[in-house]
């Protein structure tokens, strides 16, 4: 098989997720947002359960895909005036434009190497049905599974529409949002979490989203998460208007990635700790989230954060509300742990590096008698002496610092918690006990229609559109 797998370092501090160091058979690097090896033509498929970016090759059956197998046979030289071969299209992928791998080229005296369909056992998949929407979506669907879209796109009530004339970019900036949304999703299940549908696979307690646009003459769409329905505002991939936001609201960080990791710490609090023996530990370290949240919300935009809340919060929205405070670690939890997998599977390990800090110390842990304890606390200085090094690479290219975050040691004692809650499982024994909702962490209710009276700005998912690219979650 000429597929290379993640590189995996012996030097880790947690076990890798699956990594991000892809390569296409043709031995040429590519990346998780790819579709197609820019080398060599060869599509590229992304297995969400796998953690793989796969080279692909036409499937037994019509439609169907398989990882790209190798087969070296003999083939006579062609005439030097010989034009190639046109590409051959893949059956059922027309609207996607996608055609079937060349030969690999040989070297001297080296049979060139075909791609062969073979009956071997090998998992056969379907593209997703956003391929060719410009939502360029390279994730695989087993075949044996139903549904048309992957296990992100299926997540989807509302995308924005694609058929306004008076929003040209919509189909742009969902193409960014979906992009971060796909990066999440991947991190997530490679984590063990549960991932479901909120409107096909766990109506009880599954997840969904609305990427809504906010209209003229309208009500501003806020960004938040209520009972399972994460919203979003489109205008968010925008990144001048993201960054006129960040500077008004004061933010060192604000992007749609850290959005989607944000607002689904909200469902997690829901789905993990609301309920459970959990709580007691979130009390402990995060407070009581029976506080009035709107009243919290609107002291903090009244009088801002206390003045010391650098020594006892990740960020100053942190300090807003118990939630608050658990989405914010729960969303650096989650760039950690990414950003921790990227760097190890290239290669790029702390060690290889001379760096002088203050390390911490393991009673600064939630449980410090845990017995993985010290390998959490090892992947923490990984991440403080890999942040400083990257902030330092970031003002040397003009750019703002990669992590422009400080660690206080009640933060250290917070992510392990979160650490230890998504590590345990707990979740798996949970069937049929539905978790009890966190209360109004967002304007928009479930139920409400997905802007409909907004002249059409948005499409909602159970409208008849699928043709135009428009219907999500199916």
Known sequence: MFFTTPSRSTEQPLPLLAGRNYRCHCGQPVFFRNSKCLACGTPLGYDCERGLLLPLMPGPREGTWQEWQA????????????????LETIPGQESAAVTAPAPVAAADGVPPVQAVALESGEPLYKRCLNLSTPASCNWLVPVEDPADMCRACRLNRTIPDLTDPAL????????????AKRRLVSSLILLGLPVASRMSEDTGRGLMFDF???PVNGPHIMTGHNTGL???????????????????????????????????????????IAGTPWMDGFHELFGDETLDYKASLQRNYDEGPPADWPLHYVSAYASTHPWEDWAECWAHYLHMRDAIDTALS?????????????????????????????????????WT?????????????????????????????????????VSSGSWLQEQGNAQ???????????????????????????????????????
Not at 356 to 377: G, M, R, S, V
């Open 212 to 214: 809504l646009r906010s």
């Open 385 to 421: 002496r890999l942040t400083t090094m990257l902030n330092e690479m970031s003002r040397s290219m003009g750019q703002p610092d990669f992590y422009p975050f400080i660690l206080p040691t009640e933060v250290v004692a917070k992510l392990h918690f979160i650490h230890l809650v």
């Open 346 to 382: 290239f290669g790029l390990s702390v060690d290889h590096f001379d760096l002088e800090f203050t390390p911490f110390t393991i009673d600064a842990l939630h449980q410090p008698e845990h017995p993985e304890a010290e390998q959490f606390l090892t992947f923490l200085n990984h």
């Open 168 to 179: 040209p970019d919509n189909g742009y900036l969902w193409g960014r949002v979906e992009l």
């Open 71 to 86: 087969q070296a046979a003999p083939a006579a030289a062609p005439p030097d005036d010989a034009q190639p071969p046109p």
């Open 230 to 272: 994460i919203t979003l505002n489109v205008d968010e991939a925008d990144d001048a208007k993201r960054e006129a936001v960040r500077k008004a609201m004061r933010e060192p960080y604000r992007t749609l990635l850290g959005h989607f990791r944000h607002e689904v710490g909200h469902y997690y609090w829901d789905r993990l």
């Open 436 to 474: 009890p909702p966190a209360q109004g962490q967002v304007e928009a209710p479930v139920e409400a229609p997905a802007q409909s009276e907004a002249g059409g700005e948005m499409i909602a998912a159970t409208q008849s559109q699928q043709s135009q690219g428009q219907q999500q979650g199916s």
